[in-house]
């Protein structure tokens, strides 16, 4: 196969993906092997490819290319969120524009509308994820709102229901104004924003008393239906049965006595609104109070306030201001700091609301699912998300799963009168009906809510849902539980815990065996990424530009597990230069001139020998990477190898010198290791590996279904020489250096008769890989030492060099002291060490043992740098 002088990602990605895809490499069927399954994280219908995505899917994509070499059945499936605020909101917004609100449509029509719109933009994101070299299963693309998805929903909203899970309550709610429709308490993110304390003086009815209130919220004035305050109070024992006139409305409350009241806070008197605040509607079931709501649903005021009908919220903030200081009521008003909460999806801020919703009964679910994460069961990586996960679950709440949208999953409830029918069908609803009412009913008749189902509620049986789980029992025996999860530690409650909640009530399973949370993916300084920051890159034009291999290397380079990711594209600029090292040792191996009558030389031998050891080192390492679900670390020990001892010594080695050949056996020999060194890194960087691995050589597979390298025994002792050799050449280049000779100069390299490394086996070949990487014309031994010689260390042995000019002695005898000055405190702190009796007698004797050499080693270099101190003194 041809190569270019450059690798050209483009051309090179978009070949390979559709071969890839014309293989169907990436298509999985239950089968006698072992399965590895991941279900994607669905994402929004509505959304694009952005850096979380990334990060996501290429972590997903290394595990199930890595399982797919490994041998396994590897099924990753794609597919897309419905997303109901979201997608509802830029349907409504596309109606705006073309002059037409949804109401006037009706529901029908508009979910037409809306599946014409998801037909049409939806699901880009899993077009560019493709960019990137995911490897998903694309016949298995699932959508949560497609029949086999809906149908599951809709049996498991039945099954809660008859089995005493899930149920209906008047109950006070978060409220989206903006969306209107309620949310979850995970949907709203709490932070301390500025606010203003308004203190509001209340007449005393039939005095001339006041009593003043603090509150950040004088919109709501006109809902209060008591003013509250602490039975310990002295202050206000004697209002006991008083009223006071709530200002701008003159409407009397009573004054009542409740341990709720804070007797520090503000004035110790609080205003009561059960309509719009949690706590406050406690207070008022507790003592019967009227509760008033003055709010619309998109948060104006409506005609219970009495005053700024038809006004924003926040505009009747303004007013209500105003009109307390005209009627002499407003105190004074103070800066102060309060948590908010605001809607995750539209930012808006969540008014409290009392509404009619559908509840999951959560305690009655929870068991199983916190034992399976405390018991390990479900593995989580890394392991402190259990503790985040343990205190939720320990304090969970009712989950409000309906929505007040009409796309989504309509609920499967149906009423007649005051009658609730829970069923599947209509036909089913009738049939409930008429045994209930004991007489024919007309579908007519029945109502059906016009509420849907929280997005969450489809997203909570994604793992069984994808292999149509509820029905196609084969499939989900095979694939579920699933291998691994790859998420955002962010929706640990809204989707992770609720999966393994839903997997026990109806597979009595896990629906996963791991949990990979990764961080957040933040600008080099630190700061999350965002629109408003303008410090979110172009997830596509990374791609364009730095590849989708340098892209990935960038992303894994600088994700550690579970770590937030502090991105820079000098990272993905350090991919590229990667894929040019790669590349242009495959194009230094390519034009070497082969001799076929050549013996491989011993030379040869012992560096193949060598690069092989090192690979299995790596390959050992990386599986053990993998496990603990260490990429990035995986990788860097990948480009250390490949970079390093691959490139930047083994090419070295055995490249014959100017005008020379070499031998094909040990060309052939390093193409094996080329190939199997692309299978290793393939799953972190696909386009490039697959590309490499056939310019290489004649191949009986593709690269992506290859079988991972093993590991081998290791030569230790072969590893320690090489290590030591290649210290040798690098002290001995670093003496060329201070002396500045040229590289076409070569110089005599002498050694001591007592020198280990040259009474070993492969002596010769240690000799001509010295000569050849050092500059160094002849090796031979010297007894004593020379005065005319230069004399350097390497480890702890001596070495001569014959140069054509001395060093320069007041410099060279400055670097000898502080070696020594550096040494002897080195050996002073191991001394200490091997002088405590508790750690000689409770360290593993290894421990032990490797201290004592240290000590050993270092006295021994001390001995010899004060012998070529005394040459230079």
Partial sequence: MDMNNEFSHKEIEEKWYNHWLEKEYFKSTPDEREPFSIVIPPPNVTGVLHMGHMLNNTIQDILIRKARLDGKNACW??????????????????????????????????????????????????????KLGASCDWDRTAFTMDETRSDAVIKAFVDLYNEGKLYRGLRMVNWDPQAQTVLSNEEVIYSSENSKLHKVQYKIAGSDEVITIATTRPETIMGDTAIAVHPDDPRYSHLKGARAIVPMVDREIPIIFDDYVDLEFGTGALKVTPAHDVNDYEIGKRHQLETIDIFNADGTLNENAKVFIGEDRFVARKMAVKLLEELGALVEVEDYQNNVGRSERTNAIVEPRLSLQWYVDMKKLVKPALDAVEQDIVEFFPKNQKNLYRHWMENIRDWCISRQLWWGHRIPAYYIDEEVFVASSIEDAIALAEEKLGRSVDASELKQDEDVLDTWFSSWLWPISVFDGFSNQEELDYYYPTSVLVTGWDIIFLWVARMIMAGYEWKNEKPFQHVYFTGMVRDKKGRKMSKSLGNSPDALQLIEEFSADGVRFGMMNSSPAGGDLLFDDKLCAQGKNFINKIWNALKLIKNFSVDENLEMSAKNKVALSWIRNEMSKTIEQVEKDFKSYRLSEALTTMYSFIWTDFCSWFLEMIKPEYGQSIDSKTVGETLNVFSEMMVMLHPFMPFLTEEVYHILKKQETDCCVASYPTTKDLDSDLLNEITELKALITSTRDVRNKAQLKKSVYVDLFYREDNALFLKENKEAYIAIVRHLAGIENMSIVNDDQNNL??????????????????????????????????????????????????????????????????????????????NKAKYA
């Fill in 77 to 130: 499936v794609p597919g897309t969120d419905h997303a109901s605020i979201a997608t509802e909101a830029k349907v409504v917004k596309m109606l705006r524009e073309q002059g037409v609100t949804k109401s006037e449509l009706g529901r029908d029509k508009f979910l037409e509308k809306a599946f014409e719109w998801k037909d049409k933009y939806g699901g880009i994101i899993l077009k560019q994820l493709r």
């Fill in 790 to 867: 230069t004399a350097f260390l390497s480890g702890t042995s001596k070495y001569f060099i014959d140069l054509p000019q001395e060093l320069d002695a007041e410099t060279e005898l400055k670097k000898i002291e502080e070696e020594i000055t550096y040494l002897n405190g080195f050996m002073n702190s191991i001394q200490k060490k091997l002088s405590n009796e508790r750690f000689v007698n409770n360290a593993p004797a290894a421990v032990v043992d490797k201290e004592r050499k240290k000590l050993s080693d270092a006295e021994a270099r001390i001995k010899i740098l004060e012998e």
